[in-house]
């Protein structure tokens, strides 16, 4: 193994957002290609998940993702009143594979052990619980070490159950909200992509009597949807222009664009994904159009909750998540009383809780 490392200047990237750090690293006898990126730590050691991807067009890109996704887990962590920063790890995938090799692993986890515990991570799109068993053979950096070391059991179903609790809570939030019921009976939601966090969230909202429309890539999955749920599908192009109450994107980011949120026929958006806008004024477009946005950093950190509270018992994680419907009602009520839309309201108050935490206070990165 031949590894390089270097500190990547990202100051002129346009997704920079006073990054404190973005740790680079490859190696040329195996094809490892990857980046860490801290957004800021003043409220903790950093936590973010890692992403294996292979459809990178190129290190601007991969840098763009890794900036912006850890800047969501900084805000993730802050509004569920974590005592942990964002940080995250993406990893250039080689074309045509879909998930990451063994030497991909430990490389992986010599890149973890330069950052001196100061960032742990697990695992997230393109990677598993499995591949972190194959890092923590090199490093104590991820969770599954974690765990271990607490002499805790990891909790049934894992970060994307709880994930998609969140979303639900959150869902019932925006819809007593927007309106006025206190329940999902009869409230149409439109889901894009069926992976680990959309499949059980569309049992939570069956189960309260949600009508469905789903869209994914993979037929198979769109079927058990149907089979399961009585859902109607359509197109991964049509079902954002749905007639429906709720959309809710669960697959990629990037969704919500100048060109597609006209297409919007729902009046609330609230799903997984996360950076579900393509660019920040896409919230004041939202808002202006009377969609009301439940921002993704809030409503999908179901998943870091159960990731920090290692040896808690599902009840302690669960009401902890049940508090993403909570802040996200409060920052709608905020939006409406304001006139202001809803991703600047949450910014101002994860600004709030970073400015007082009694931290020392972390330097942006410099030359």
């Known amino acids: 193994m031949a590894l390089q490392f270097w500190t990547q200047d990202v100051r002129k990237h346009p997704d920079f957002d006073l990054h404190e750090t973005v740790l680079g690293a490859d190696d040329d006898s195996t094809g490892f290609r990857a980046y860490i990126a801290l957004h800021n730590t003043t409220l903790g050691p950093a936590r973010g998940g890692c992403r294996y991807w292979p459809s990178y067009a190129n290190d601007f890109a991969a840098i763009g993702d890794v900036l912006k996704l850890s800047r969501g887990m900084t805000y993730k962590c802050a509004l569920a009143g974590l005592p942990h920063g964002g ?43 499995e591949d972190f068993k194959v890092a923590g053979k090199v490093t104590d950096h991820v969770r599954v070490k974690a765990i271990e070391k607490a002499g805790a059991i990891d909790l049934p179903n894992g970060p994307p159950y709880y994930t998609a609790q969140g979303v639900y809570f959150g869902i019932k939030a925006a819809v007593k909200h927007r309106l006025k019921q206190s329940d999902l009976k009869g409230v149409r939601v439109a889901v894009k992509g069926l992976g680990h966090v959309a499949m059980p969230l569309c049992g939570l909202l069956h189960n309260e009597g949600a009508i469905l429309t789903v869209a994914d890539i993979d037929p198979a999955k769109v079927k058990r949807a149907e089979e399961l749920y009585g859902a109607k599908a359509v197109s ?16 990629l980011g990037g969704d919500l664009s100048d060109e597609n949120i006209p297409k919007l026929k729902a009046t609330i958006v609230a799903g997984a994904a996360n950076n579900q806008l393509a660019d920040i004024h896409q919230a004041q477009t939202l808002h202006r159009a009377g969609i009301l946005y439940a921002p993704d950093y809030c409503i999908n950190a179901g998943g870091v909750i159960n990731v920090v509270l290692v040896g808690h018992t599902h009840a302690q994680v ?49 030359a």
Do not use: W
């Open 87 to 129: 940080g995250k790890t993406v990893i250039m995938g080689k074309p045509g594979t879909s998930k990451p090799s063994p030497e991909t692993m430990l490389a992986l986890g010599h890149m973890l052990n330069e950052l001196n515990g100061i960032y742990e991570t697990g695992e997230d799109v393109g990677t598993s619980v």
């Open 236 to 251: 991964p192009d049509d079902i954002l222009s749905q007639e429906a109450d709720v959309y809710s994107p669960c697959a």
């Open 318 to 366: 669960m009401a902890r998540t049940a508090g993403i419907g909570d802040t996200l009602a409060t920052i709608f009520r905020i939006s409406e009383t304001h006139d202001t839309n809803t991703a600047l309201v949450a910014e101002a108050m994860v600004r709030e809780r970073l400015a007082e935490s009694k931290l020392p206070e972390k330097k942006a990165l410099r």
